[in-house]
């Protein structure tokens, strides 16, 4: 008798291949499926370039690309903030996000396990200086020689350096910053200020400074070209593909161009020597054309006029149609979406009349938000930072305060040092804070600014 094989393990094994096949298909988490979550998970880390919180929104180089890359397929951006450039990688492969929304360094090694997309740059180490009357620039790196160079303890710029000044059998005389209280950016503002001759930093991070300190120099290179881009799994080429398409048709579009410009090229701080007197007044016991509408607002909520004319004049010095880098509007620098909350939208916002009127009613909140300081002088303090920085900067600035044993109700000298502060990983990484890095700088000036003009206000011109 002949005997028979069976096919069935045969096709249980088929069937098995097919369904393992199948699941792999589906659990494959590629731009189509991202498509049908309507979200983008984007891993970033809190810098000044690339996503941080500033009047309570989110900005950033980085982040204001992504978003608009999420605009035109009608995603919603979730923000994964990563503690370290390290663990970007890790969870970029443990799923955690879709895609690393930061200029990571391409390598050999990398290309092996990601897929580099995106917003990609070429970017270098430069020297940054002061460039005022009197300055004498560095213009080849062998006029370092002799000079004194500061730079971060340990840093990539500092093995730069290093390796430079061996480059040039020795001569650079290079100072070392601790690590755990100064960062780059503190080391360019100090620059600026002439408390050191030099220091080091990326061209991206030194342009975005130049922004703020428009007295410093930083066009001398002092390293190769690092190629650097935003990153996804191998796993996902079809998003790959698409944030590629993306940049490649942006570039040249306005889209492209006005980020560039908002964070490389339009003014942030300013110099001292630069400053409009604040002590001018435009005729006897007149501040500005809009004193009416100061006067009838101040009116209205209890508030001083003369500091709703301190703060318009440090906002846009009374100019109606003025735009900060930041999107802030019109003669009180507001944020259109806090206005659009105070019931301010479209081209009201530009509107004199409307936009005091929001700005004065966003003012008041903010003194009730602060309704705990007792000190009437300290709480128009807490509410000028706040007004400027952001609610949540200055709360995280007050429960480190509070923490680190200082006054939380007091601004000199105590949430004042804190919000200065927060532009440190120690500090702004803290379990009491919940939004991130912060640059102080601007919320320091601002509130010593509007209440010393407040003061000569009051001083010069009757209630």
Same mark, same amino acid.
């Given at each position: 008798?002949?005997?028979?094989?069976?096919?069935?393990?045969?096709?249980?094994?088929?069937?098995?291949?097919?369904?393992?096949?199948?699941?792999?298909?589906?659990?494959?988490?590629?731009?189509?499926?991202?498509?049908?979550?309507?979200? !983008?998970?984007?891993?970033?880390?809190?810098?000044?370039?690339?996503?941080?919180?500033?009047?309570?929104?989110?900005?950033?180089?980085?982040?204001?690309?992504?978003?608009?890359?999420?605009?035109?397929?009608?995603?919603?951006? /979730?923000?994964?903030?990563?503690?370290?450039?390290?663990?970007?990688?890790?969870?970029?492969? /443990?799923?955690?996000?879709?895609?690393?929304?930061?200029?990571?360094?391409?390598?050999?090694?990398?290309?092996?396990?990601?897929?580099?997309?995106?917003?990609?740059?070429?970017?270098?180490?430069? !020297?940054?200086?002061?460039?005022?009357?009197?300055?004498?620039?560095?213009?080849?790196?062998?006029?370092?020689?002799?000079?004194?160079?500061?730079?971060?303890?340990?840093?990539?710029?500092?093995?730069?350096?290093?390796?430079?000044?061996?480059?040039?059998?020795?001569?650079?005389?290079?100072?070392?910053?601790?690590?755990?209280?100064?960062?780059?950016?503190?080391?360019?503002?100090?620059?600026?200020?002439?408390?050191?001759?030099?220091?080091?930093?990326?061209?991206?991070?030194?342009?975005?400074?130049?922004?703020?300190?428009?007295?410093?120099?930083?066009?001398?290179?002092?390293?190769?070209?690092?190629?650097?881009?935003?990153?996804?799994?191998?796993?996902?080429?079809?998003?790959?593909?698409?944030?590629?398409?993306?940049?490649?048709?942006?570039?040249?579009?306005?889209?492209?161009?006005?980020?560039?410009?908002?964070?490389?090229?339009?003014?942030?701080?300013?110099?001292?020597?630069?400053?409009?007197?604040?002590?001018?007044?435009?005729?006897?016991?007149?501040?500005?054309?809009?004193?009416?509408?100061?006067?009838?607002?101040?009116?209205? !909520?209890?508030?001083?006029?003369?500091?709703?004319?301190?703060?318009?004049?440090? /906002?846009?010095?009374?100019?109606? /149609?003025?735009?900060?880098?930041?999107?802030?509007?019109?003669?009180?620098? !507001?944020?259109?979406?806090?206005?659009?909350?105070?019931?301010?939208?479209?081209?009201?916002?530009?509107?004199?009349?409307?936009?005091?009127?929001?700005?004065?009613?966003?003012?008041?909140?903010?003194?009730?938000?602060?309704?705990?300081?007792?000190?009437?002088?300290?709480?128009?303090?807490?509410?000028?930072?706040?007004?400027?920085?952001?609610?949540?900067?200055?709360?995280?600035?007050?429960?480190?305060?509070?923490?680190?044993?200082?006054?939380?109700?007091?601004?000199?000298?105590?949430?004042?040092?804190?919000?200065?502060?927060?532009?440190?990983?120690?500090?702004?990484?803290?379990?009491?804070?919940?939004?991130?890095?912060?640059?102080?700088?601007?919320?320091?000036?601002?509130?010593?600014?509007?209440?010393?003009?407040?003061?000569?206000?009051?001083?010069?011109?009757?209630?």
């Amino acid at each position: 008798m002949k005997k028979t094989v069976s096919c069935l393990p045969f096709l249980l094994l088929l069937l098995s291949a097919c369904s393992l096949i199948t699941r792999q298909k589906e659990e494959t988490y590629d731009f189509p499926r991202i498509l049908e979550s309507d979200t !983008l998970r984007i891993l970033t880390l809190n810098t000044s370039t690339s996503y941080f919180m500033y009047r309570d929104q989110p900005m950033g180089v980085h982040y204001d690309m992504i978003r608009e890359f999420c605009r035109q397929y009608h995603l919603v951006p /979730e923000i994964i903030v990563a503690p370290g450039t390290a663990s970007l990688m890790r969870m970029l492969q /443990e799923g955690v996000g879709d895609v690393i929304a930061y200029h990571m360094p391409v390598t050999r090694e990398g290309r092996d396990s990601v897929i580099y997309c995106g917003m990609q740059q070429i970017n270098h180490q430069v !020297l940054v200086q002061r460039a005022m009357r009197g300055d004498t620039l560095v213009n080849d790196v062998t006029g370092l020689i002799g000079k004194r160079v500061t730079v971060v303890n340990g840093s990539r710029y500092h093995q730069r350096l290093l390796h430079l000044n061996e480059e040039l059998g020795g001569g650079i005389l290079i100072e070392t910053a601790g690590s755990d209280t100064l960062v780059t950016e503190d080391l360019i503002r100090m620059v600026s200020r002439g408390e050191i001759g030099y220091t080091v930093a990326d061209d991206d991070l030194a342009r975005l400074n130049r922004t703020y300190f428009r007295n410093l120099y930083t066009d001398l290179p002092i390293s190769f070209d690092q190629r650097s881009s935003w990153v996804v799994r191998r796993d996902t080429p079809v998003l790959a593909d698409s944030l590629n398409s993306w940049f490649d048709s942006k570039t040249e579009e306005p889209v492209f161009l006005r980020i560039m410009k908002r964070y490389f090229e339009e003014t942030k701080g300013y110099l001292e020597e630069d400053r409009i007197s604040y002590s001018a007044l435009i005729g006897p016991g007149v501040i500005s054309p809009f004193d009416p509408f100061f006067r009838r607002e101040g009116k209205r !909520l209890d508030i001083d006029w003369r500091l709703l004319a301190a703060l318009s004049f440090e /906002e846009s010095s009374f100019r109606t /149609e003025d735009r900060s880098w930041s999107g802030a509007v019109g003669l009180m620098g !507001l944020m259109p979406a806090t206005a659009a909350s105070l019931g301010v939208t479209g081209d009201r916002i530009y509107d004199p009349e409307h936009n005091i009127r929001a700005g004065a009613e966003y003012l008041k909140q903010l003194l009730s938000l602060f309704s705990s300081v007792k000190d009437p002088d300290e709480r128009v303090k807490m509410a000028l930072a706040a007004y400027n920085g952001g609610i949540g900067h200055i709360s995280d600035a007050r429960a480190l305060a509070e923490k680190y044993a200082a006054d939380k109700n007091v601004w000199e000298g105590n949430v004042e040092q804190y919000v200065q502060l927060k532009h440190l990983e120690q500090y702004y990484a803290d379990p009491v804070c919940r939004n991130g890095y912060f640059r102080g700088d601007e919320t320091i000036n601002y509130v010593r600014e509007v209440t010393g003009r407040w003061k000569l206000y009051r001083e010069r011109v009757k209630e």
